[in-house]
């Protein structure tokens, strides 16, 4: 039967390895007197005639001395794995929590902490710049004339600008609107090949009466200019009464402020039975689709270029605009979160449609979900 292992005490090691230094007693009797193997006993032997110098040394020479090699290869391999641990993990996070670490005022050097977060010199050592006054007027500018044109492109809102005493060229325009989460609505031959990564659904509105709540949904997502910068404003409307059901606000162009939204009003109203979006990829994402295929939402999407397809979305959007931001300069997100929160709150609650025969929002949605009397009976 094998012995189980036995873990000795310092002393006792001392005390078998200084009667094997003795040498009165063979190591067979050494062996058998303290119940240790020969080979062992011979290995403490060892290490206490090589260690035996340290106990006279002085403090200087034990440090004249450095450390034993053995035990320095030990702690740099156990450094090496601890590094490499340690660098994975690090690399998992995102970007910007990465460049979060780097600490300029530590002993190890720039240069060497971004290499070990496998991050970019010059996106460490560069230095935000606020967006100039100047072109925040000039991107409000534009956005008014995309929502008065939204067939404009870069070419003519260029050449708006000019007649307005702007001089600006093509590619600057360009540049914003892409910036701005905008562009051109027109009809365009499809010269390219779809992402298969994003699949595409087609578009299920046509010759479809929608004349009831939660039967069609639309949603999209807006610029809005604030004092400085801008920030991303995603609403989910109801077709048929053009209440806005959730909406979110958000300084990225993104799936989860899109996904927010549509799940609190999923959870405040219940299902539609069709959801309608543009191409743009906060909508294709796999996040944003897969709350509706397991809610059981029959999926619809706009026609590339087809500004129609969502047309009472871009309605609101104009009056969100002229009827609240552009009257108003936000200073800060909070502040324009509660300024949309209480736009949203008059427009459901308190602004009359023509399209509802002068009713309100809110007033078509609730009446039209109750039964008719007769069909109750």
């Known amino acids: 039967m094998r012995r189980p292992r036995r873990n000795h005490t310092a002393a ?11 040498g009165d007693e063979t190591l067979a009797a050494l062996a058998e007197k303290f119940d240790v193997h020969a080979n062992q006993i011979t290995q403490w ?65 720039v240069v060497r902490q971004v290499q070990l977060l496998d991050l970019s010199r010059s996106s460490v050592y560069y230095q935000a710049q606020p967006i100039p006054q100047d072109e925040l007027r000039l991107m409000r500018r534009m956005d008014e004339l995309h929502l008065e044109h939204p067939f404009a492109g870069a070419r003519m809102l ?27 609505i027109y009809r365009k031959a499809n010269t390219s090949r779809r992402n298969q990564a994003h699949r595409i659904y087609p578009y299920r509105l046509r010759g479809l009466s929608i004349d009831r709540p939660n039967q069609f949904w639309a949603m999209d997502t807006t610029y809005v200019p604030m004092q400085r910068g801008f920030v991303y404003l995603s ?15 958000s300084n990225t162009l993104t799936a989860a402020p899109c996904v927010e939204a549509l ?40 026609g590339k270029g087809y500004w129609r397809d969502n047309v009472f979305v871009e309605r609101l959007w104009k009056s969100v605009k002229y009827e609240e931001v552009y009257l108003h300069g936000y200073d800060t997100v909070s502040i ?34 109750k039964p008719p009397l007769a069909a109750a009976a």
């Open 263 to 302: 799940e609190e009003a999923i959870l405040k109203y219940g299902p539609p039975e069709i959801m309608n979006t543009d191409q743009g990829s906060q909508f294709t994402s796999s996040a944003f689709i897969s709350v509706l295929e397991q809610n059981g939402i029959a999926i619809s999407m706009d």
């Open 158 to 184: 260029r050449d708006m600008l000019k007649l307005e005493g702007v001089e600006i060229g093509r590619k600057h325009v360009g540049t914003l609107m892409k910036k701005m989460g905008i562009e051109a």
């Open 45 to 109: 032997k060892t290490q206490l005639l090589e260690n035996a110098s340290g106990v006279f040394s002085s403090v200087a020479e034990k440090q004249s001395a450095g450390p034993d090699l053995k035990d320095l290869h030990a702690k740099i391999g156990q450094q090496a794995l601890e590094i490499d641990f340690l660098g994975r993990r690090a690399r998992s996070h995102r970007r910007c929590e990465r460049k979060e670490m780097i600490d300029r005022n530590h002993k190890l050097p």
């Open 235 to 249: 609403a989910v409307l109801d077709w048929a009464t053009r209440r806005v059901l959730a909406w979110r606000l």
């Open 12 to 22: 006792f090691k001392a005390k078998v390895a200084i009667a094997a230094l003795k």
């Open 336 to 369: 324009a979160r509660q300024a949309l929160n209480r736009y949203f709150d008059f427009y459901n609650r308190r602004r009359p449609h023509s399209t509802l025969d002068g009713n309100t929002p809110d007033t078509a949605y609730f009446n039209l979900s």
